[in-house]
Nanobody, 123 residues
Framework: AVQLVESGGGSVQSGGSLRLSCVASGDIDISRSMAWFRQAPENEREGVAVIDSVGLTRYLDSVKGRFTISQDNAKNTLYLQMDDLKPEDTAIYYC?????????????????WGQGMQVTVSS
């Protein structure tokens, strides 16, 4: 099994920045993908960004140019740098892990999930 522990959420004003982190532990695969998802109140959970173990990435259209996903393989840590945040980015953000390489932003691709953390952007 893989355990995921997220940190870095919080509140920020519109136009501000936050950096989310997710540390993976347990049975880590050499070939894998990790992603960030989010779920706003009354909305379905959506994929925000994904990165595979060789560094291929994919982003939700609405965050392109503002969010950057990255990873430190030596530390088994995933990051999401969020710049120029907007009120519509307000959601619970989740880290997710897949036991294979993929750049899919579909929930079903990912087997393990973090507990989620709140990100609130005020106008």
């Amino acid at each position: 099994a893989v355990q995921l522990v997220e940190s870095g959420g919080g509140s920020v004003q519109s136009g501000g920045s936050l950096r989310l982190s997710c540390v993976a532990s347990g049975d880590i695969d050499i070939s894998r993908s990790m992603a960030w998802f989010r779920q706003a109140p009354e909305n379905e959970r959506e994929g925000v960004a994904v990165i595979d173990s060789v560094g291929l990435t994919r982003y939700l259209d609405s965050v392109k140019g503002r969010f950057t996903i990255s990873q430190d393989n030596a530390k088994n840590t995933l990051y999401l740098q969020m710049d120029d945040l907007k009120p519509e980015d307000t959601a619970i953000y989740y880290c997710a892990y897949a036991r294979h390489r993929s750049t899919s932003l579909s929930e079903g691709t990912f087997r393990y999930w973090g507990q989620g953390m709140q990100v609130t952007v005020s106008s």
